[in-house]
């Protein structure tokens, strides 16, 4: 970005007293206020100043002084569908007050509120990573796509434009407009503008809402989230057709790269990170839910260029008459022709049709890519927002999460044996604060982060690589879970109270459901009761792996219990869920459980849990009396899913581990994977890895096309595979690397705990094993009797 004001130029000077006589009293400015004004470096049409007094700033926008074209530069129609907009939720700034009077600055104008933001003035976003610029123009699409969408008649716009027709009012106006400025004859200029009249196009009577020069350097973009907060310059708006505005858009992608830039208008080809036309295209129809096809885009795009064309014309006029809003305006005279040309060109050249979206992304498996990985897997698709998301978390995780990994190990070595080795360390604290500055937070929940489960499962993986990233995005378990659980079946209180801190990230929370004294696997056993007393519930009972419970942050448990009451001929309608806050009288920290001789600290550890007759609300129950089994099958379908994704990204990164090993080591006179079982053990395990892989990613897929019933097969089938398949690379890890494999000194062991215990939390493996036996029977047998 460059800097954005400079002091008000000569030709645009105004009585800055009168200004602010004139904004005393209508609004919070007062007489006496030190005003201060700076213009707006860049703009080609309306002067745009930067207002500030020493609490409050805003932006006026105002005519050029001096003869103007006929019907250009119409301050009151920005004001009014600014004003639309805003009422409508668009982002845009809040239009404040509009001014007629001529008197008060020389022409007329209006202020509107000053949004503090990113404003890119180069279009190929220089100065941010790849991933980013990935979801800046991802974020600028669908923000077109928005406002396509916008009904004219729920924002009062209904006469606002001249409606259908709009291709060819936009010839017939442009060359206008070229004509009334132009400097001289340009043969190339007549030429197109018959061209484009005598092919318009013979769907020209949709209508929507159009900004007229949407490009990403007339936004604000948050300043640090990859999202529009304002669209700005509605000067050229009207109603038409909409593709006209996406082509526009598109147009840098076709800009020749030998030819100069026109204010902000240069060549976007070879710029790592921007989505290609066809993806932009794709996200484009995805949004607004139209079919993926623009028949005549070389007539948009031709328009495109000619309008570009007109505007540089009129920059020069205004140029010639010593009006002109653009230092460099001298130069738009010599670009006129050139720009003619590009658009005769592209008006006779057949060019490639975005096509379905699946095509698409087999299309894109065939072309060098610089971010190979799972996402290009052309069975199972990501959204383009979770393409872009994916992106942005790969970015962060190389840039932040790893390289603190030595940071996070020095900490819970150094308090070893120190209650402060419960707590979260600093270093993962402010990486949580730069995640969700980023808006990468709170990815695992569809309704808060707009990504499908597939979407989420890619991103999984990636977090997999390092045992505390989950945390670092507010992801991690086993409060996704409780999350999950309180979103689908949460009352208000319950929400307001538990679950908007949780997504907050202000608390955490554990989950009790396994207990010491009987056969979890099968959750029917369980003991623990509840009974009701008036309007509290009283839980009684033990728990165990608890996980987080240690966490001086966890402020709650989801405590799954058996209600005294419910018929007991219903194996599966006698237990519920219910909230026990930990500070609850009767409710006791036992011991941390460890494995393999660990206490996993760093997830708040495993806790043994008492409840002594302890009194919550009766509000504090979980959707109702006996319905635990039901919310348990909600809650552990993609909290599953999420464990065995991040499986797959930490077996990733164990056979990497392996093969930086076998590529190193020397024994018996050879490097260790010339030698043949080695190498069979590293075939091995990208077999496994592939393939389970895919399982997960069929889960996902099923979750978000069936549901969570529908997909209890494959998400049981995942879940044994995932697990096992861990263990074995991991495994083969661990013996590539010997003794130093089982020490403290590589990650392996650590790992391998982890994964080992992922065999038996949300169910041993045999339970599943027999659930899929079950499925595969009654979807067998349903084949046979529809075959009678």
């Given at each position: 970005m460059e800097e954005l004001t400079t002091p008000v130029r000569e030709q645009h000077k105004f009585n800055v007293g009168k200004l602010q006589r004139y904004l005393a009293g209508k609004s919070r400015v007062s007489n006496n206020d030190t005003l201060t004004v700076r213009q707006y470096s860049t703009g080609q049409s309306n002067p745009t100043f930067l207002i500030q007094t020493a609490s409050q700033s805003y932006v006026l926008r105002k005519k050029p002084p001096g003869m103007l074209l006929p019907g250009?530069?119409?301050v009151d129609r920005e004001y009014l569908v600014q004003k639309a907009l805003f009422s409508a939720g668009f982002p845009v700034p809040q239009p404040l007050l509009h001014c007629t009077d001529a008197t008060v600055i020389g022409t007329e104008f209006y202020l509107m509120e000053h949004v503090n933001g990113r404003i890119f003035r180069d279009i190929r976003l220089p100065g941010v990573s790849a991933a980013e610029r990935t979801a800046l123009y991802v974020a600028a699409v669908e923000a077109l796509a928005r406002l396509h969408s916008l009904d004219l008649g729920s924002l009062n716009l209904e006469g606002y434009g001249r409606g259908p027709g709009y291709c060819k009012r936009q010839v017939s106006t442009w060359t206008k407009q070229y004509r009334a400025a132009a400097h001289r004859d340009i043969p190339a200029m007549n030429e197109l503008s018959g061209w484009l009249m005598d092919n318009l196009p013979a769907n020209d009577n949709e209508v929507t809402l159009v900004h007229g020069d949407f490009r990403v350097d007339n936004m604000i973009f948050h300043p640090t989230e990859a999202r529009v907060i304002a669209v700005l310059d509605w000067e050229l708006s009207t109603t038409g057709q909409p593709l006209a505005e996406l082509a526009y858009f598109l147009m840098p992608h076709y800009w020749p790269q030998s030819f100069s830039v026109i204010g902000t208008m240069g060549s976007l080809k070879g710029i790592?990170?921007?989505?290609?036309?066809?993806?932009?295209?794709?996200?484009?129809?995805?949004?607004?839910?139209?079919?993926?096809?623009?028949?005549?885009?070389?007539?948009?795009?031709?328009?495109?260029?000619?309008?570009?064309?007109?505007?540089?014309?009129?920059v020069y006029a205004r140029h010639l008459l010593g009006n002109a809003s653009a230092p460099n305006a001298a130069q738009f005279g010599q670009c006129v022709e050139p720009l003619a040309k590009v658009a005769l060109q592209l008006a006779q050249r057949l060019l490639p049709l975005p096509i379905s979206l699946v095509s698409l992304q087999l299309y894109n498996l065939?072309?060098?890519?610089?971010?190979?990985?799972?996402?290009?897997?052309?069975?199972?698709?990501?959204?383009?927002?979770?393409?872009?998301?994916?992106?942005?978390?790969?970015d962060f995780m190389r840039q932040y999460v790893l390289p603190a990994q030595e940071i996070v190990a020095a900490y819970y070595s150094k308090h070893a044996h120190s209650p402060q080795r419960w707590h979260t360390p600093q270093v993962i604290e402010d990486l949580k604060v730069k995640a969700r500055e980023a808006g990468l937070w709170n990815l695992f929940l569809p309704a808060v982060s707009g990504l499908s489960q597939l979407d989420y499962a890619y991103i999984a993986e990636e977090t997999g690589h390092c045992i505390f990233a989950p945390e670092v995005f507010n992801c991690q378990a086993p409060d996704t879970g409780n999350m999950e659980v309180l979103h689908m079946f949460g009352s208000e209180e319950q929400k307001r109270k538990w679950l908007e801190p949780l997504l907050r990230g202000e608390i955490r929370s554990c989950f009790c459901m396994t207990e010491p004294d009987v056969a979890s696997s099968d959750a029917t056993n369980m003991e623990c009761t509840l009974r009701r007393d008036e309007d509290h519930w009283v839980v009684h009972g033990k728990k165990w792996w608890s996980s987080g419970a240690g966490n001086p942050q966890c402020k709650v448990a989801i405590v799954m219990c058996r209600s005294s009451s419910q018929d007991v001929s219903n194996r599966h309608g006698q237990h519920s869920m219910i909230l026990v806050p930990l500070d609850t009288p009767g409710v006791k920290l036992v011991r941390p459980l460890t494995v393999f001789g660990q206490d996993d600290a760093?997830?708040?550890?495993?806790?043994?849990?008492?409840?002594?007759?302890?009194?919550?609300?009766?509000?504090?129950?979980?959707?109702?009396?006996?319905?635990?089994?039901?919310?348990?099958?909600?809650?552990?379908?993609?909290?599953?899913?999420?464990?065995?994704?991040?499986?797959?990204?930490?077996?990733?990164?164990?056979?990497?581990?392996?093969?930086?090993?076998?590529?190193?080591?020397?024994?018996?006179?050879?490097k260790l994977y010339q030698h043949e079982v080695?190498?069979?053990?590293?075939?091995?395990?990208?077999?496994?890895?592939?393939?389970?892989?895919l399982l997960t990613l069929h889960a996902a897929h099923a979750l978000d096309t069936l549901g969570s019933r529908a997909a209890r097969k494959q998400i049981a089938m995942i879940k044994v595979a995932a697990g096992r398949m861990a263990c074995k690379v991991v495994d083969c890890a661990i013996q590539v690397y010997g003794g130093a494999g089982v020490s403290g000194d590589f990650p392996l062991a650590q790992m391998y705990s982890y994964v080992r215990t992922l065999r038996i939390a949300d169910g041993p493996d045999e339970v599943h094993l027999s659930s899929i036996a079950h499925l595969e029977l009654r979807d067998q047998l349903r084949k046979v009797q529809a075959k009678l």
């Open positions: 250009a530069h119409k790592e990170g921007i989505p290609t036309v066809e993806d932009q295209i794709s996200i484009y129809c995805r949004c607004r839910g139209i079919p993926s096809s623009l028949p005549q885009l070389n007539f948009y795009l031709a328009l495109s260029f000619f309008k570009i064309a007109g505007i540089a014309q009129g065939c072309l060098p890519r610089s971010l190979p990985g799972p996402a290009d897997d052309p069975l199972f698709l990501q959204t383009a927002k979770g393409q872009a998301v994916l992106l942005q978390v790969k760093i997830h708040g550890g495993h806790f043994e849990v008492h409840f002594d007759n302890v009194r919550v609300p009766a509000s504090n129950i979980i959707l109702g009396e006996g319905r635990g089994f039901e919310i348990a099958q909600g809650r552990l379908g993609p909290g599953r899913l999420h464990h065995c994704m991040r499986a797959v990204g930490l077996a990733e990164l164990a056979l990497e581990l392996l093969c930086q090993r076998a590529a190193t080591r020397l024994a018996f006179g050879k080695v190498a069979h053990w590293i075939a091995e395990c990208r077999l496994m890895i592939e393939q389970t892989r």
